[in-house]
């Protein structure tokens, strides 16, 4: 079998074996390490993920060929003479530089198109919640007066975590908004995350999604916000449209009503005083 055919059945059977992974499978070797996905906008993401794959391989492959084939092919024997050596050459240098150019290119366009595809936005969502992310803590003001009679919000602290409840099957608008610096909400099982920028006003950052299964996943800051952005952790549960309707009522009973534009003590700290001192 000669070489270029070898390396083309090889690079063709990388590519068989990464097209039977998914991001719903329950092997996180299928998954190629990312979390199991759990959101409408987690496909576009996935193909971007699975492509950017099968190109490192095969482009790995090629060059690891070219490395043992250079190796044995010109190995040098003892009979050997120096070969003649010569200052350039044009094609292999054009190669190595217009090579690398339409790589990044082609992985530019796909980018783009995978964007694109998740910032799409819902023309109707059934949902607005606004996020809130203050330090070191979230809030999350639902936005749906006509549920409840007025907007019901979700709060928490470093040591009682907060919980975001959505509709399993039933898209919502993220409304993200800062009191003071920029933090960054990213569920991972979504396969998104997006800053969360103070003074944005009316260009404020905004996302659709619709949650594709039920489940309670963790949501984290994923831009460093300061000294205690570790601790700027939530939970996200993810039930049924009737559950998520009984949770906004019990809010409303609890008095949580409003509009909060941070954490009541957005700048307290778990067994911390106030700006981090000790208790």
């Not at 690398?100 to 998740?118: A, D, K, R």
């Not at 994923?222 to 906004?248: D, Q, W």
């Amino acid at each position: 079998m000669g070489r270029k055919k070898l390396a083309v059945l090889t690079a063709a059977a990388a590519v068989v074996v990464l097209s039977g992974c998914s991001p719903i499978g329950d092997n996180d070797l299928k998954r190629l390490a990312l979390p199991k996905a759990a959101s409408d906008r987690s496909q576009p993401i996935w193909d971007l993920w699975l492509g950017t794959w099968i190109a490192v391989l095969a482009i790995f492959l090629l060059v690891f060929g070219l490395i043992i084939y250079a190796s044995v092919r010109y190995r040098r024997r003892s009979d050997d003479e120096i070969p003649t050596q010569v200052r350039y050459n044009l094609p292999i240098e054009a190669l190595y530089t217009l090579a690398p150019l339409i790589i990044v290119g082609v992985f530019f366009f796909h980018t783009v198109t995978s964007q694109n595809e998740v910032l799409a936005d819902v023309e109707n969502p059934d949902h607005t919640i606004e996020v809130v992310g203050s330090k070191w803590q979230w809030t999350f003001n639902y936005l749906e007066p006509e549920a409840t009679g007025e907007n019901v919000y979700d709060v928490g602290d470093t040591e009682n975590l907060p919980e975001l409840w959505l509709p399993v099957g039933e898209s919502v608008r993220f409304e993200l908004t800062s009191p003071d610096v920029i933090h960054s909400f990213w569920i991972p099982e979504f396969y998104f995350k997006m800053d969360v920028v103070p003074g944005a006003g009316p260009q404020q950052n905004q996302f659709d999604m619709t949650p594709t299964r039920e489940g309670t996943f963790t949501g984290r800051c994923a831009e460093l916000c300061g000294l205690y952005h570790t601790r700027m952790i939530f939970k996200v549960n993810v039930v049924s449209p009737e559950e998520y309707e009984a949770h906004l009522q019990e809010l409303a009973e609890n008095g949580q009503t409003g509009k909060p534009a941070g954490a009541v003590e957005a700048d307290t700290v778990a067994g911390l005083g106030e700006g981090g001192e000790e208790d």
